[in-house]
């Protein structure tokens, strides 16, 4: 993880395996070191599918693979047993520096049963993780970055951001009085100097960001996700009344050329 990267654990990681390989009498001809990746699956983890191409590519000089742990290789057991089995085809041992590893069969089974603890412990810290989220979002707190016109504070929480708060408020009286259309709100709100970051770039709104913007309950007080279903009163402060923003929803409603055919008739007094 990215903490081992800096507490130097991986240096200590790959001296111990050193000093193992010494101990065996092997000599260490290629490191490969995985910076910043987690093992919870082989996606996103070049160095691992490197040192696989590489012991493909030279199977009969290798004589093994030596990892601090075997839940360094990975901590689910399904993608563990699948590079185990790749090295097996090679002839190329799996050696542990910390744990006992072999080819006899109580050695497969141990190797095994340790991959499925690693795989178990990720799967606990998995479980606590999203259940830590929800009670946050139950609480009215969100976890992921606040929408232009807030900030996170200290504490991860959504608070004014007071040099575009006074814009976005504007942007959204103005859109309230259904004088402006989607593309005219945008060309205002980039003469107002709002912008959209992205990779920690500043980028223009466009028409689809500013849509997003007045669809979004967060300026109302309300909490919404994907993931869970209920609405939550938030936390931070509301930029716009629950009344002025089903104004601007029903504005938009009207506006929509996408509308099914099949919506409630209107009443003639309507």
Not at 109 to 114: F, G, N, S
Not at 136 to 158: H, Q, V
Not at 214 to 243: C, D, W
Request: glycine content about 6%; some cysteine.
């Amino acid at each position: 993880t990215e903490e081992q990267v800096d507490n130097f654990s991986l240096g200590t990681q790959e001296e111990i395996c050193r000093k193992e390989a010494s101990r065996k009498g092997m000599k260490i001809v290629k490191v490969f070191r995985e910076e910043g990746k987690s093992a919870k699956t082989i996606d996103g983890r070049p160095e691992l599918v490197e040192m696989l191409k590489f012991c493909r590519k030279n199977k009969k000089t290798l004589g093994a693979v030596f990892v601090y742990r075997l839940d360094r290789l990975s901590r689910k057991t399904s993608d563990y047993l699948s590079i185990r089995k790749s090295l097996i085809t090679y002839q190329i041992q799996l050696i542990s520096a910390s744990e006992p590893t072999g080819t006899s069969p109580t050695d497969t089974l141990l190797e095994t049963i340790l991959a499925s603890f690693a795989q178990h412990d990720n799967d606990v810290r998995s479980e606590r993780t999203r259940n830590g989220m929800h009670a946050r979002y139950m609480s009215g707190l969100i976890t992921r970055k606040p929408p232009i016109g807030y900030k996170m504070n200290e504490n991860k929480i959504p608070i004014k951001d007071m040099e575009t708060w006074d814009k976005v408020k504007q942007a959204w009286d103005l859109m309230a009085t259904g004088t402006k259309s989607l593309r005219e709100m945008a060309t205002i709100m980039n003469k107002m100097g709002l912008t959209t970051m992205s990779h920690g770039k500043p980028y223009k709104l466009r028409v689809q960001t500013a849509h997003r913007i007045f669809r979004n309950k967060f300026y109302a007080g309300i909490l919404t996700s994907p993931t869970y279903k209920e609405e939550v009163k938030g936390q931070h402060t509301p930029m716009v009344t629950v009344e002025q923003f089903y104004r601007v929803q029903s504005i938009l409603e009207g506006r929509c050329v996408n509308k099914s055919k099949t919506t409630v008739k209107k009443a003639r007094n309507n």
